[in-house]
C-alpha cells in the first residue's frame, strides 16, 4: 500500500458515529477506500455513509454493533466479512469512558462494560480477522489508544486501565504478527477536544490535566494524523501530538505531573457516570452541547 493510495481497500473502522472516527471515516471515503461503518446508532451511520457519498467516495456499509456486550465484536466480524470480503485494515476506534472513584466502581456492570467496549471487543475483532490477514500475508490492526495509560486522573481509574491494557497487549501482538506481514499499531492520544473532552472536563481539577501542555488537539486533526498513519502503514506506537512520546519514554514524568493535579480533584464525590454515546442522559446532552457551539451540522457524539 503506497502512503498515497487507499483506494479499493477495505476498511473496519469501529466508533464510527462522531469524534475521531466520524472524521476518519470521512478521509478514509475521501481516498477511495472501502469502508464497513461499526457503533451503536444506525441513523447517525447512515448520516455519515450519505456524507462520504455525497462527497464522492463509495457507498459506506453500515454495520449497527454494540462493542460493550460480550459476544458483540465476534458477531461484527463475520457480517464485515459477508459484507466486504476481507478486511485489509481493521481500525478499533470505539472507545467508552467511566467517571468513578476506582474503589467505588470496583467491578460493577458499568466497569466490566467498559473493559468490554475499550479491551475485549477489540481483541476479539483482532482474533476473527487476523488469521484472514495471516492467510494473505497482509494486513493492518490499529488500536486507538490513550495516553492517559501513563497520566491517569481520579475518578478515570478503570479507563486509564482499560488503555494501558490494550496498549501492552497491541505491543504484544506487533511482537507476533510483524514476522508474517501484519502492521499492529496503537494510535496514542493525547487531549482531544472532542465530546468526551467536555464530559472529563465535569470532574473537579481536570482543567488543567486536559489543557497541557501541550493544548488539545482538534478531532480534524487527530483524525488526520491516523489516516495518514495508516495510508503509511505505520507499526509501533504513532503519538498524536508527537511530543507525547517524550511521556512514553519517561513515564515517571507523567505520573508526576497527574500526581500534582490530582490534588485538585473531588475525592468526596462518590458518583458512578457512564460516559460516551450511551452513557447517562448528562452526559449526552454535554455531546449535543459540544456540536452547537461549533456550529456542526451533523451528530459528532462518539
Not at 127 to 139: E, H, I, T
Request: no cysteine.
Amino acid at each position: 500500500m503506497a502512503s498515497s493510495d487507499l483506494k479499493g481497500k477495505t476498511v473496519l473502522l469501529t466508533g464510527a458515529s462522531g469524534g475521531v472516527g466520524w472524521e476518519a471515516a470521512r478521509l478514509l471515503g475521501s481516498r477511495g477506500a472501502r469502508i464497513g461503518l461499526a457503533a451503536r446508532r444506525t441513523e447517525r451511520l447512515q448520516a455519515l455513509a450519505d456524507e462520504i457519498v455525497a462527497s464522492g467516495g463509495a457507498r459506506p456499509v453500515v454495520l449497527a454493533a454494540d462493542l460493550g456486550r460480550r459476544g458483540e465484536a465476534s458477531l461484527l466480524a463475520a457480517r464485515a466479512q459477508e459484507a466486504l470480503g476481507d478486511i485489509d485494515v481493521l481500525i478499533n476506534a470505539a472507545g467508552g469512558a467511566l467517571q468513578a472513584l476506582t474503589w467505588i466502581a470496583g467491578d460493577r456492570d458499568e466497569a466490566r462494560d467498559l473493559m468490554e467496549t475499550n479491551l475485549w471487543s477489540p481483541l476479539a475483532l483482532a482474533a476473527a480477522l487476523a488469521p484472514r490477514m495471516l492467510a494473505r500475508g497482509s494486513g493492518m490492526i490499529v488500536n486507538v489508544g490513550s495516553m492517559a495509560r501513563v497520566s491517569p486522573f481520579p475518578h478515570l481509574g478503570h479507563y486509564a486501565a482499560s488503555r494501558a491494557a490494550i496498549s501492552a497487549a497491541t505491543l504484544v501482538m506487533q511482537m507476533e504478527l510483524a514476522p508474517r506481514g501484519i502492521r499492529v499499531l496503537e494510535f496514542a492520544l493525547g487531549p482531544v477536544d472532542s465530546p468526551a473532552s467536555r464530559e472529563t472536563r465535569q470532574l473537579k481539577g481536570s482543567e488543567r490535566w486536559l489543557n497541557g501542555p501541550p493544548k488539545p488537539s482538534t478531532v480534524g486533526a487527530a483524525a488526520a494524523a491516523l489516516v495518514a498513519a495508516v495510508a503509511d502503514q505505520q507499526a509501533g506506537v504513532v503519538y498524536h501530538p508527537d511530543v507525547f512520546k517524550w511521556i512514553d519514554r519517561f513515564p515517571a514524568l507523567g505520573r508526576r505531573f497527574a500526581k500534582r493535579l490530582a490534588r485538585g480533584a473531588d475525592l468526596d464525590d462518590r458518583a458512578v457516570r457512564v460516559a460516551g454515546s450511551g452513557g447517562d442522559a448528562s452526559m449526552r446532552r454535554l455531546h449535543e452541547e459540544w456540536t452547537v457551539e461549533r456550529g456542526a451540522s451533523r451528530p459528532v457524539a462518539s
